[in-house]
């Protein structure tokens, strides 16, 4: 039952992640190109779209708990229950951690808290990969397509990492345009910012992509 519970959980977050990453990407081009706006009425909208993208962290949070659990209890991970049990510790530990983060980010608290965010996210997707070369050296038993499997999650949560570094170039115009107003050369390097964090979102995709076909197909 427990299995069960936890598959119907990991395939709703997956659909509310998606549906999360939609709703940021249409509003972030509209603010992007609604240069007419008054500012103020642009930056409700981006601090909207901020708000929208803490629904996504959390998905691939639960996803990284849920996904865990799943295969301890399938017997890919050691420990059962205990490996269960600790993933859901984190994914509470890391919840609050975001939480923190959003909602403390212009206090003098925010870099550090931002830093800290950034090595977490780092260090999931290095530590997903180092156990897919793991497994493929033999040194974890584990089926050859949930190696692969892990490797293209390290590469998602390494993504996340990749569209933050393409937004500096937007966040930094965007800067511009509320101290000094807009001018062509701002806004398009807002919009700059938007086409290049769009490609690498679109590459997460195509990750989230395979990695569902994975987990339906399960090839030897």
């Known amino acids: 039952m427990l299995i069960e519970t936890l598959l119907v959980a990991h395939i709703v977050v997956l659909g509310y992640w998606l549906g999360a990453d939609l709703v940021i990407n249409s509003t972030y081009r509209y603010v992007c190109w609604a240069r007419n706006l008054p500012f103020d009425e642009r930056n409700k909208l981006m601090d909207h779209v901020m708000h929208v993208d803490q629904h996504v962290r959390y998905a691939l949070v639960l996803q990284l708990a849920l996904g865990s659990s799943l295969a301890a209890l399938h017997g890919y991970l050691p420990y059962g229950l205990v490996t269960v049990a600790l993933a859901a510790g984190v994914a509470v530990a890391?919840?609050?951690?975001?939480?923190?983060?959003?909602?403390?980010?212009?206090?003098?608290?925010?870099?550090?808290?931002?830093?800290?965010?950034?090595?977490?996210?780092?260090?999931?997707?290095?530590?997903?990969?180092?156990?897919?070369?793991?497994?493929?050296?033999?040194?974890?038993?584990?089926?050859?397509?949930?190696?692969?499997?892990?490797?293209?999650?390290?590469?998602?949560?390494?993504?996340?990492?990749?569209?933050?570094?393409?937004?500096?170039?937007?966040?930094?115009?965007?800067?511009?345009?509320?101290?000094?107003?807009?001018?062509?050369?701002r806004e398009a390097s807002i919009q700059s910012g938007y086409r290049r964090a769009t490609v690498v979102l679109l590459g997460l995709w195509a990750l989230i992509g395979s990695i569902v076909i994975l987990s339906v197909w399960k090839p030897n």
């Not at 939480?99 to 830093?115: A, I």
């Not at 990492?161 to 800067?175: M, N, P, S």
């Open 94 to 185: 890391w919840v609050i951690l975001l939480e923190l983060v959003f909602r403390l980010r212009t206090s003098p608290w925010g870099p550090l808290l931002d830093r800290i965010d950034l090595l977490a996210w780092v260090s999931a997707g290095i530590l997903l990969l180092l156990m897919s070369l793991a497994a493929f050296a033999q040194w974890i038993p584990m089926p050859r397509w949930l190696a692969i499997k892990l490797a293209l999650f390290g590469c998602v949560f390494l993504a996340g990492v990749g569209i933050r570094v393409a937004l500096k170039t937007f966040f930094d115009a965007w800067q511009e345009v509320a101290q000094h107003g807009s001018n062509d050369a």
